[in-house]
């Protein structure tokens, strides 16, 4: 049974930095597109990096040059470095696998998710 397990979320100050990881188990291959997405309250949840197997990286707009994603452990652990943050950035970050190539921060496409964790940037 595929599963992806997130750590790392926490609370910081407007600048501070925090890095997230996501284990994923239970498979037999290396899942090709794997990604991280957040979901602020009262908003839809929105794409914010991706990583596909072979190193290629894609990030939204408003994380661009703030954060690294990055996959490790044969590719079955992502990560993301998140650098001098803003409170705009205070949501739950949801790691997912198996997206659509080509859609790489749209949700519809990812078959599994992990259960979320939260960051919080206070001002």
């Known amino acids: 049974q595929i599963q992806l397990v997130e750590s790392g979320g926490g609370s910081v100050q407007t600048g501070g930095s925090l890095r997230l990881s996501c284990v994923a188990t239970?498979?037999?291959?290396?899942?090709?597109?794997m990604a991280w997405f957040r979901q602020a309250p009262g908003k839809e949840r929105e794409g914010v990096a991706a990583?596909?197997?072979?190193?290629?990286?894609t990030y939204a707009d408003s994380v661009q040059g703030r954060f690294t994603i990055f996959r490790t452990n044969a590719n079955l652990t992502l990560s993301l470095q998140m650098d001098n943050l803003k409170p705009e950035d205070t949501a739950v970050y949801y790691c997912?696998?198996?997206?659509?190539?080509?859609?790489?921060?749209?949700?519809?496409?990812?078959?599994?998710w992990g259960q979320g964790t939260q960051v919080t940037v206070s001002s």
């Open positions: 997912a696998a198996e997206g659509l190539p080509g859609q790489a921060l749209q949700d519809a496409g990812y078959n599994f």
């Open positions: 239970g498979y037999t291959y290396r899942p090709f597109l």
């Open positions: 990583r596909d197997s072979e190193g290629r990286s």
